[in-house]
């Protein structure tokens, strides 16, 4: 593993810049799918991944025609942005029973592909009640992932993000202002799989947080700990021999990581495939004696 220490760097996102980036639903898992396809090539876990790839497409398929939802109203938007909360929350924002549906749904498609093991877990969550399901909605999007449904998670996770992709792309971007937290998704709270520096046009060099579960993406500055903010003990860590696509970034004031995709090195990187494809990197910096700052929502450790 190489590691390169780095100095805190204040480039911000202003003026016309961008905070939010709101993502394009109508490409977003489509794309995935396809980068999860692509990474499966050669990979040692070629038949996990492509299994994922599927996943990813039933997400695009489902969100295509997702069910229009109430979003919060003015009056509750104002309020939730005068006292730094997120407007759609994962945890207190109503959830409209619809997303069971999806996840039903979810679960028929992928029976005929999915592998014997996760072929059960599909087939037991098209058995339990609502009440069973909703408990399990419930630990995913406090972010706990032990207890004895712990395999149903990625599937339940990813009918939520369907769900929660839905909401935040008829948000109006005047109405979210960003959290105290800057490590915390603006629209929903929930914490960023992966961040991403982009380069696209302006907004080239800037680092994006990426949402685990909305898919949303929140600027901040680059060489600074999602988790703590601390910015002046910071170090990224690749493997040997890779291209330096995926970087964990780690901090030595939390001991935590985040890794960070570099779309100059593969302008086709997507946070949740690409930070499954390089588990590898998570097994070094662990070992390193970092602790991943946030879970991806497709795997159960
Ligand atoms: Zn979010
Ligand atoms: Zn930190």
């Known amino acids: 593993m190489t590691t390169e220490a780095i100095r805190h760097d204040h480039t911000q996102a202003s003026g016309t810049l961008p905070f939010l980036r709101f993502p394009d ?18 990979h ?16 695009h398929e489902l969100l295509q025609a997702y069910p229009s939802l109430p979003l919060p109203d003015e009056a509750a938007l104002s309020f939730f942005r005068n006292h730094g909360l997120p407007p759609i929350s994962a945890t207190a924002w109503p959830r409209d029973p ?8 979810l679960a028929q498609t992928l029976m005929a592909h999915a592998p014997s093991p996760a072929q059960e877990t599909l087939k037991r969550i098209r058995t339990m009640d609502g009440a069973a399901l909703e408990a399990i909605a419930d630990q995913v999007l406090r972010g706990e992932f032990g207890g004895p449904d712990r395999d149903s998670i990625p599937f339940v996770a990813a009918a939520l993000q369907v769900h929660w992709t839905s909401l935040a792309v008829e948000l109006d971007p005047r109405a979210v202002a960003p959290l105290d937290t800057p490590g915390l998704c603006p629209c ?4 960023p799989v992966a961040g991403i520096v982009r380069m696209d046009g302006e907004i080239a060099k800037l ?7 909305c898919n949303t993406e929140w600027h901040l500055e680059r060489v600074t700990c999602a988790a703590c903010r601390e ?20 901090c030595d004031g939390c001991k935590r990581y985040l890794k960070i995709l570099y779309r100059e090195k593969a302008p086709e990187a997507d946070p949740v495939a690409d930070d499954l494809a ?14 991943r700052m946030s879970p991806n929502l497709l795997f159960v450790p």
């Open 44 to 59: 040692s876990l070629a038949d996990w991944l492509l299994f994922l790839g599927r996943l990813t497409l039933a997400q």
């Open 98 to 105: 619809c997303w069971r549906e999806a996840l039903n749904s």
């Open 231 to 250: 910015g002046n003990r910071i170090a990224y860590r690749y493997l040997d021999g890779c291209d330096g696509t995926v970087r964990a970034e780690t």
């Open 188 to 191: 929903c709270g929930f914490l």
């Open 278 to 291: 390089t588990l590898a990197l998570d097994l070094l910096v662990d070992e390193a004696g970092y602790d």
């Open 207 to 213: 680092r994006y947080l990426h949402c685990g579960l």
């Open 25 to 42: 639903p109508a490409r977003l898992f489509l794309e995935r799918s396809r980068r999860f396809a692509a990474l499966a090539e050669g």
